[in-house]
């Protein structure tokens, strides 16, 4: 009876120590506006800019994880419409390459957050604090299902990327975004 009591007491502690998110991803409502030292470029009605690069030290504040050591890139960009008809931005394929000219991956949220976990070492977690941290985390990804319109004229938010050979990222590369599909593509140098 007391083996069973202790398992018992055991089985609820460790469901309840897991319970909150994996990582304590900071509000979105925290997000500081676009600096004014962002990159723009014009695509045909759609003006693309890009913050700077965050830092390691700032990806840690905000996402409580060290994105860049994970081989994780966020980049934080915002699409504006200008004029004419809606765009589809569901269709917009962001590309980047580097100074080698290699090819990173574009990562969806989910993919994300799967090469955050593995790279430091979490494989054993509740399934109720991964979901927690997938809808805080995907919270900050940019909305490209509406489509942009005079109506609903911006959007907000991080793209991912993953370093071509999914180690650290380097600090000394020369980085590139070009946005296809757009009614123009855009091209803006990162760094």
């Known amino acids: 009876m007391v083996r069973r009591f202790t398992l018992l007491l055991l089985l609820t502690l460790a469901a309840t120590s897991c319970s909150s998110s994996l990582f304590k991803v900071k509000p979105v409502t925290e997000l500081p506006p676009m600096p004014a030292a962002a990159r723009s470029a014009d695509a045909g009605g759609v003006t693309v800019r890009t913050a700077p690069l965050l830092t390691d030290e700032e990806s840690q504040e905000l996402f409580e994880a060290n994105l860049p050591v994970s081989g994780v890139l966020p980049v934080r960009l915002e699409l504006a ?8 931005t569901k269709r917009a394929r962001f590309r980047l390459r580097d100074s080698e000219n290699r090819e990173w991956k574009f990562l969806k949220p989910k993919d994300a957050i799967s090469r955050i976990m593995k790279a430091n070492g979490v494989f054993a977690y509740n399934p109720n604090s991964r979901k927690q941290f997938e809808q805080e985390f995907g919270a900050y990804a940019l909305d490209v299902k509406t489509p942009l319109s005079s109506q609903d004229p911006l959007r907000r938010g991080f793209i991912f990327f993953q370093t ?6 380097k600090s000394d590369l020369r980085l590139t975004l070009t946005v296809e599909r757009l009614p123009q593509v855009a091209t803006i140098q990162l760094n």
């Open 164 to 169: 071509p050979d999914k180690q650290p990222i």
């Open 81 to 88: 419409f200008q004029s004419g008809l809606p765009v589809e």
